[in-house]
């Protein structure tokens, strides 16, 4: 603090927390929509105050007694997501680390163009390719599979670069002792290289597992088959219903549940979460 | 600089670009350039038999005036979206900056948001605004407005946006905190000794060191609002009243799933991928820029 103003530190501490109180807003709206029952959202205003129907919602959701509107229950639907989000982070942080060690620790033919083919990834976002992507996976039998749900987003340049990044401020004279002391390429990459990128692992996991977790359309165009839905997809499903009553009871606990885990995550690790997010960009 | 020390082996490391290459050959370049391939042809209604058009498809789709609008609704869409939550972010971000006690749990209790999928934020921000028993059309109505966003275009665009930011806040607000945390505090004092008052240094010192900050949430957000916002967009309004909320992305979905007009579609991938490309190739110029300075 350079200097004292009561009044300006005070219209800091209200603008925080007027920004706080937007931003919980919706939060706040949905808990208390999760515990009314459906006829609370027939008419009027939504409900403000908590009602005394949340575990009924719950156990309705996550057990899917015909209320919902897709056949398949919150519980598989957060079992699927699940294996999504862990697919993809494990996969896209395995996969990178392979190659970035590859480009950064040895020259071999090639090297240049296979840095350039994954740096092109970069600039083909699934949604800029929705349809011939489709095809692929259908070609390959993969529609309905959680391999056609994680497979194709595994690739990954931003966490290659990451490594790559990383990898290349590591100092050579760790090499060459590793060398010296007889340690092959595995060996050095599992005893000193994977050690000292543990940081940079979990920072990465934090964000790739919300990004797995989080995906919208590519469930959407590979998944028929409601055994596969996730639940983050399957929230928009459930505002279709028969006899033109929304079911926001429903809905709410499903979005509650849908946002929890990452929310989770973020929290419990967020200084690490934080200084890997600002990382992953430079 | 000198040369890395590095390894020598002659199988090892393209067993180890391997994975990530056969993903990216399979699941990228291979679907853009059927993309690109597609672009060039047009399917009879059936899927009988192609014929090969040359840019037809791309003429076509630059004299529709659908696409055109489309252009436009992407353009002011990503416009609001990054400007709105570009400034709310600043703005809470230099106040949490400055605060002393208290400072982490503010910051905690507004980058949750991040975790959110942005088809949860629609669905949160469609039933405060839900015609029928929302908050908000209720409060508005007691000024004397009705609000429907499923029959006012604006009001459509209204929604879209506010979902999209409230998800979008939370990414901006850490890069800002981030920024203003690097700005050296004893610039700060000096201007204070000099005798600026808050609101003239902000302008005047702050501001202008986050700069690069800034530039890189522009590109960063025009690329959300053009892209993941697809969700938002469908969850909401599928693109309407009319096609007020129809953005390219949403646009390309709808003709490529919902209309199968292979040949449209695909041109439409190829000109978004040209946009994608552009973004990409003006954030890496100012980076490597930066770097240098």
């Known amino acids: ?282 | 600089m000198h040369d890395k020390s590095v390894f020598q082996h002659r199988l090892l490391p393209y067993v180890l670009v391997a994975p990530q290459l056969i993903i990216t050959l399979v699941f990228f370049i291979w679907p853009a350039g059927q993309a690109l391939y597609q672009s060039f042809l047009v399917e009879d209604a059936f899927g009988f038999s192609t014929e090969f058009v040359w840019f037809e498809n791309f003429i076509y789709l630059l004299s529709d005036p659908e696409y055109w609008t489309s252009i436009r609704v992407t353009a002011v869409f990503s416009f609001w979206v990054a400007f709105v939550g570009m400034a709310l972010a600043l703005l809470l971000a230099a106040m949490a900056d400055k605060v002393i006690r208290g400072s982490r749990f503010y910051q905690t209790l507004l980058i949750w948001p991040y975790a959110v999928a942005p088809v949860v934020a629609a669905v949160l921000w469609l039933m405060l605004f839900s015609p029928s028993i929302g908050l908000l059309p209720f409060w508005l109505s007691k000024v004397g407005y009705q609000w429907n966003h499923l029959a006012n275009s604006v009001e459509a665009n209204i929604l879209v946006i506010i979902a999209s930011v409230w998800k979008q806040f939370s990414y901006n607000f850490i890069f800002f905190i981030a920024g203003l945390q690097a700005i050296p505090r004893s610039l700060i004092e000096a201007a204070a000794i000099d005798g600026a008052r808050p609101f003239r240094r902000f302008w005047q010192i702050v501001f202008p060191l986050l700069s690069p900050t800034a530039f890189f949430l522009l590109v960063v957000n025009v690329v959300y609002a053009f892209f993941e916002t697809f969700a938002v967009i469908h969850a909401t309004t599928q693109g309407g009243p009319g096609n007020s909320t129809k953005t390219l992305v949403y646009k390309v979905f709808e003709d490529g799933f919902i209309g199968l007009d292979l040949g449209s579609s695909s041109a439409q991938s190829v000109l978004l991928m040209v946009i994608v490309i552009t973004l990409t190739v003006v954030q890496f110029r100012y980076v490597e820029k930066k770097v240098q300075y």
């Not at chain 1, 990954?156 to 060459?176: H, I, K, W, Y």
């Open chain 1, 1 to 282: 603090m350079v200097e004292n103003r009561p009044w300006l530190t005070l219209t800091r501490h209200i603008l925080l927390w007027l920004g706080i109180a937007v931003i919980s807003l919706p939060i706040w709206v949905a808990l208390v929509a999760a515990t009314h029952p459906t006829s609370a959202f027939v008419s009027g205003i939504l409900p403000l105050w908590f009602g005394d129907q949340a575990v009924t919602n719950l156990v309705a959701v996550l057990s899917n007694d015909g209320g919902l509107g897709v056949s398949v229950s919150a519980t598989r639907m957060l079992w699927n997501s699940f294996v999504m989000a862990m697919v993809i982070a494990v996969g896209k942080i395995v996969i990178s680390m392979m190659s970035a060690y590859a480009i950064v620790y040895f020259r071999f033919p090639g090297r240049q163009l296979c840095f350039w083919l994954i740096f092109i990834t970069l600039m083909l976002p699934v949604e800029v390719r929705i349809l011939p992507t489709y095809e692929v996976v259908a070609n390959l039998g993969l529609l309905n599979s959680y391999a056609g749900l994680t497979i194709p987003l595994i690739a990954s340049a931003t966490a290659t670069f990451l490594f790559r990044q990383f990898f290349m401020s590591v100092p050579d004279s760790l090499l060459e002792a590793a060398r010296i002391d007889g340690a092959g390429p595995i060996r050095f990459f599992k005893d000193i290289l994977l050690p000292l990128s543990a940081n940079n692992i979990a920072a990465l996991f934090v964000i790739l597992f919300i990004y797995g977790w989080n995906q919208y359309l590519w469930p959407l165009l590979i998944t028929t088959d409601e055994q596969y839905y996730t639940i983050v997809m399957a929230i928009k499903r459930l505002m279709t219903s028969d006899n033109g009553l929304i079911p926001w009871n429903l809905i709410m606990t499903t979005t509650i549940l849908a946002m929890l885990p990452p929310v989770i995550v973020v929290l419990a690790m967020q200084k690490l979460f934080v200084k890997g997010l600002i990382e992953q960009e430079k």
